[in-house]
């Protein structure tokens, strides 16, 4: 990876994506270690996380997390998820995009850091991340290549400065098998995912 000591970094990790990511490689991410990772690079000013959540249901999957992230070093984006009926199938699915959220933090952080973080292989990014470059600002992408199809569109692959492949970085943040703590490794994703997953899995096309 290529950081400077005294480089200010900022975390911007679209929650649904990278869990595609991760799921779609065979692994589990250990959220306590990727912080450990990025802080050791330069200095850390903030590591935002981007979900959307079921309101309604008694229990989220993703509720543990998300409390857990909340209380360790993140700063969680949360909104509920939308119902909608599918017009082709009929079926009824959730939506929860957080792609406007994350681009405003991104906008509004960007004067305060010198390098973003995003980890998302969502095309629609690419230009977010042309206008932060223009601020001065670098910006490296987390995502893969190595799934099928690729979790990363190639026009935010190019648009990057730095482009870090997901396995590569899977030694220094995967939570070992056997770990009770489930809110490390992060095993349950809500019905939200297929929208998001849907996207970053598009995303390559």
């Not at 692994?27 to 912080?35: Q, T, V, W």
């Not at 910006?139 to 396995?167: C, G, H, K, W």
């Amino acid at each position: 990876m290529n950081f400077y000591p005294q480089e200010k970094i900022g975390l911007f990790i679209d929650g649904s994506n990278l869990y595609a990511a991760a799921r779609s490689l065979g692994f589990d991410i250990d959220y306590k270690r990727l912080l450990d990772v990025f802080q050791q690079y330069g200095r850390l000013i903030r590591a935002f996380y981007y979900t959307a959540l079921i309101d309604d249901q008694e229990y989220s999957p993703i509720r543990p997390l998300v409390d857990w992230l909340d209380y360790n070093g993140y700063t969680m984006v949360t909104k509920p998820t939308k119902e909608f009926t599918d017009s082709v199938s009929g079926r009824r699915k959730l939506k929860g995009n957080m792609d406007i959220e994350l681009a405003i933090d991104v906008m509004e952080m960007a004067p305060h850091l010198d390098h973003v973080v995003l980890f998302s292989g969502d095309g629609d990014f690419r230009r977010l991340v042309e206008a932060v470059q223009r601020k001065g600002v670098r910006v490296t992408v987390v995502s893969t290549i190595r799934s099928n199809p690729p979790m990363i569109a190639d026009e935010l692959r190019r648009q990057a400065d730095v482009f870090v492949e997901l396995t590569e970085l899977m030694p220094q943040i995967a939570r070992a098998h056997g770990t009770r703590d489930d809110h490390h490794g992060y095993h349950g994703h809500p019905d939200t995912t297929p929208a998001g997953a849907a996207d970053s899995a598009n995303a390559g096309k």
